[in-house]
């Protein structure tokens, strides 16, 4: 029996299939020893991620932009990343920043270049009306050769206290 991210169970013989969105999966798995006396569980996660073209991440979807989000808060500030689809936020709830940086270091800003090619992002929601609430925007974080370019914002919430705005804080 096969079971991918605690998703309805599949019987199987030999091989399973799934198409999967960038992030941390985990693969659940029963065997039997051939008789159907003894069964051993195995659990694996596998991380996916957004297909990489000449060290630009390419991100189509919202798991892949919330991979680049999580992956660059993570501490990889330099990454580079490309959109090649207009990407819906709706129905994900208050959007986290990229390059957070709680502590004002610069060395946690972003220095990547995120090329939106012309694409749009609809529906980015960031509140935080404690006190808080600063440094609300797409990007919290960019240092000077950073680079965020062609990109578009579409039906954007903001509500926040001080440094608040679309693109970056």
């Not at 990229?98 to 004002?104: E, L």
């Not at 800003?109 to 600063?134: C, E, M, P, R, V």
Request: proline share 1%; hydrophobic share 40%; net charge negative.
């Amino acid at each position: 029996l096969l079971s991918l991210d605690g998703g309805d169970s599949q019987s199987t013989d030999a091989s399973y299939s799934a198409l999967m969105t960038a992030g941390v999966h985990t693969l659940t798995f029963r065997a039997n020893d051939g008789k159907g006396t003894s069964y051993a569980a195995y659990v694996v996660t596998l991380t996916v991620t957004p297909v990489q073209i000449e060290g630009v991440y390419q991100l189509a979807t919202k798991e892949d932009l919330f991979w680049f989000r999580d992956t660059v808060n993570g501490g990889q500030y330099a990454l580079n990343a490309a959109m090649t689809e207009d990407i819906d936020l709706a129905d994900t709830g208050d959007w986290v920043r990229i390059a957070i940086n709680s502590n004002n270091y610069s060395s946690r800003a972003y220095s990547g270049t995120f090329d939106g090619q012309n694409h749009t992002i609809k529906n980015l929601n960031l509140k935080n009306t404690s006190s808080s609430g600063k440094y609300l925007a797409l990007f919290e974080r960019v240092l000077e050769n950073g680079k965020i370019c062609n990109l578009k914002l579409e039906n954007v919430q903001i509500a926040g206290n001080q440094y608040v705005a679309a693109f970056v804080a």
